[in-house]
């Protein structure tokens, strides 16, 4: 038997319709087996909350076992794992190709899974992961206004807590008075020219947070896709790409949005089109997840085939030779946060390798961060779990401070603000938060 794995990582599909995936008796089975090993082993302490929630309950045991915890404690170290990956993509030992085959990750997501079919996730965490439900509201500037409005004050906090079990103290994005999907100008260029990696064409999925919330963000890449004269096109229509819902284990509502995204996508895709999301988390929707749960689905896999991080497609396009360098901004001194979900799409740090080619024309001092924010999706702004994700990403908090920098950014919006409001809170405030994206558009001049 091996200690260790010597071997690249690779996933299992998730077998999710075969009833036994939701046999809680089995599944409870898997879990002590995984605990037992996870408890040997214990590197993945640092990383979130469910290893160290896991480690007290076994420390609390008469013999120091994973047999004397309680089984219903079990479900203390589930609702601790906002699937973020790390620990299967950076930590285990023990993934498959190893004989002890373990996928905390997606082992998490079958009791997830378990319990939402039991009826025993809250109302106010279902509407969190309805972002298509609470982000209508948004492009309606009257409405948008005083949601917004009404959202700051102390008596609509409080609301919240008790209704969607929301912290009074946690950041919540604000609705855009107009959506970026009916916003959005045509492309300039016209022209397609392929690279030997790059499709020379793209196909922008909005995602619901650029649409909803911070169209910018869109329209910031859409500048730099027109300085590169590459022409775009806006997908034509599309729902949320299912990872709010995922997390909350309803992967019948992942099936759906599944459904009526896929299609859609696998036409872009027979196109020859690069298919760009600006949203960590919802590339990786497309990339891994989907594939995983629908492995016998062939527009799920030519999706996925075509899908790409913006600095990917970026950092390929310059590989290609088809990207402009010529930036003209100093951005000064920036400290830049790598996200879990843009770690584990396993591209390498494409977002860094960006900074450093506009450093090499302007003036860029980089200082990045590779560790959690404690952000997490909705589990950040979750009153029990408020407090933890501001633990989690304390370390974070210090080192995004380090020389005051110009600018902080992450490929993740939500961690990005999680992240300012940790340094306002420590008392060591950036002086600005800007998205990558945002950063390019300003090294290039482009207004």
């Not at 690779?10 to 939701?22: A, L, V």
């Not at 102390?154 to 919240?160: G, I, P, S, T, V």
């Amino acid at each position: 038997m091996r200690e260790g794995n010597l071997e690249a990582p690779t996933r299992h599909p998730i077998d999710w319709k075969n009833p036994s995936f939701y046999d809680e008796g089995e599944t409870f089975k898997e879990l002590e087996r995984v605990f037992d090993i996870c408890h040997g082993c214990r590197r993945c302490v640092s990383l979130c909350h469910s290893f160290p929630t896991l480690f007290d309950l076994v420390d609390a045991t008469d013999d120091g076992e994973v047999h004397g915890v309680a089984k219903d404690d079990y479900w203390k170290v589930v609702d601790q794992c906002y699937l973020c990956d790390l620990c299967y993509m950076t930590k285990c030992p023990y993934v498959p190709p190893h004989e002890w085959n373990l996928d905390f990750p997606h082992l998490m997501l079958r009791a997830k899974a378990i319990k939402f079919r039991k009826g025993r996730v809250g109302g106010g965490e279902k509407f969190l992961a309805s972002t298509d439900v609470h982000g209508q509201f948004a492009g309606i500037p009257i409405v948008v206004q005083t949601v917004n409005a009404i959202n700051k004050t102390k008596f609509a906090r409080k609301q919240m807590d008790a209704m969607l079990g929301v912290h009074p103290d946690a950041w919540m994005p604000g609705l855009a008075t107009r959506r970026f999907r009916w916003s959005v100008p045509k492309a300039r260029a016209t022209v397609v020219t392929h690279g030997e990696r790059t499709p020379g064409k793209v196909a922008i999925f909005s995602t619901c947070y650029v649409n909803y919330n911070e169209p910018g963000i869109g329209h910031d890449l859409l500048k730099v896709l027109d300085h590169n004269e590459i022409p775009y096109v806006i997908v034509e229509k599309e729902k949320c790409c299912g990872m709010p819902k995922l997390e909350l284990g309803d992967l019948d509502s992942v099936e759906r949005h599944k459904q009526a995204n896929v299609p859609v996508l696998a036409k872009y895709a027979d196109d020859g089109y690069a298919i760009l999301s600006a949203i960590p988390s919802c590339t990786l929707m497309f990339k891994q997840e989907l594939p995983l749960m629908f492995p016998d689905c062939a527009d799920t896999q030519r999706v996925k085939e075509a899908m790409w991080d913006p600095f990917e497609y970026l950092v390929a396009r310059h590989k290609d030779g088809l990207l402009k360098t010529d930036f003209q901004a100093a951005l000064g001194k920036v400290s830049y946060h790598v996200p879990c979900h843009g770690r584990v799409q396993n591209i390498g740090r494409k977002t860094e390798e960006m900074f450093k080619l506009i450093g090499s024309k302007v003036e860029v001092k980089l200082n990045t961060v590779e560790r959690c924010s404690g952000h997490a999706g909705t589990y950040g702004v979750k009153t029990p779990y408020h407090p933890i994700a501001m633990k989690i990403g304390r370390p974070v908090f210090k080192a995004m401070a380090k020389d005051e920098p110009d600018y902080i950014s992450s490929d993740c919006a939500l961690a990005g603000h999680h992240i300012a409001q940790g340094l306002q809170q420590a008392g060591t405030p950036a002086r600005a938060l800007q998205h990558p994206l945002s950063l390019v558009r300003i090294a290039y001049g482009l207004s």
